[in-house]
């Protein structure tokens, strides 16, 4: 099983704050999720990435997918108390293989 | 608006009873997935079905099994509940993206707590 890291574990901040968070492989993923958890539900899907050094912008969220394709990042500019949640990386290697999670970066945005 | 149903949001059993947990999907979606979530260990898959009647193990199928009689529903079954299976249970169906993996629906989990 591909191992995703994911960092920091844990991260608060101050409303209006920018952010940056990491989803780190030694693997090659033939593309890479992100999705958010809100308290009580269940994860949504934010953004696929691709191609190796794919840039996708949501609203105040970037995401970008390594040149190798072994990684990616999450930048939040001006973050909102409504980004609170727990931010996962999903990878799939292709050939059928079901994705990889991490572990998850938990975001609290204060008031 | 698409959906992924559980049965239950929160359930509390005891050891060694049979637990079952329901998930329904009105997508039409071909393939259907448990997973458990336990704080520090992230998302693991549990057991997934691409079709009717069909199913694969995932990464810790052990004490569990599952269900797929019909397209829309996918149950997972504790045959014989143990506390170190207390932890939230999220079913996902998906819609394979092509070349792009699958974009996986989640319900809004059932937390199940064994005593």
């Known amino acids: 099983t591909q191992l995703l890291e994911q960092s920091p574990q844990f991260l608060s901040i101050q409303e209006g704050e920018n952010l940056t968070v990491y989803c780190n492989s030694s693997?090659?993923?033939?593309?890479l999720q992100w999705y958010r958890q809100e308290p009580g539900e269940g994860p949504v899907l934010l953004v696929t990435?691709?191609?190796?050094?794919e840039v996708k912008k949501l609203k105040r969220l970037t995401f970008q997918f390594g040149d190798a394709r072994k990684d990616s990042s999450l930048h939040i500019t001006a973050a909102q108390p409504g980004d609170t949640g727990l931010y996962l990386c999903a990878g799939d290697t292709g050939a059928n293989s079901k994705l990889t999670f991490g572990k998850g970066i938990t975001l609290s945005v204060r008031p | 608006d698409v959906k992924v149903t559980q049965s239950s949001r929160y359930l509390v059993k005891r050891t060694g009873e049979k637990v079952f947990l329901e998930c329904v999907q009105d997508m039409d979606h071909e393939n259907m997935f448990w997973y458990r979530q336990d704080p520090g260990l992230g998302l693991r898959l549990i057991y997934f079905?691409?079709?009717?009647?069909?199913?694969e193990k995932g990464d810790i199928p052990e004490g569990y099994s599952v269900s797929r009689e019909k397209k829309e529903r996918f149950s997972l079954i504790l045959e014989s509940a143990s506390t170190n299976q207390t932890s939230m249970y999220l079913c996902?169906?998906?819609?394979?993206?092509?070349?792009?993996?699958?974009?996986?629906?989640f319900g809004s989990g059932t937390q199940l707590s064994v005593l």
């Open positions: 990435v691709v191609t190796g050094g």
């Open positions: 996902a169906s998906s819609l394979p993206q092509q070349g792009f993996g699958e974009k996986l629906f």
């Open positions: 693997s090659v993923f033939s593309s």
């Open positions: 079905s691409y079709d009717v009647k069909m199913k």
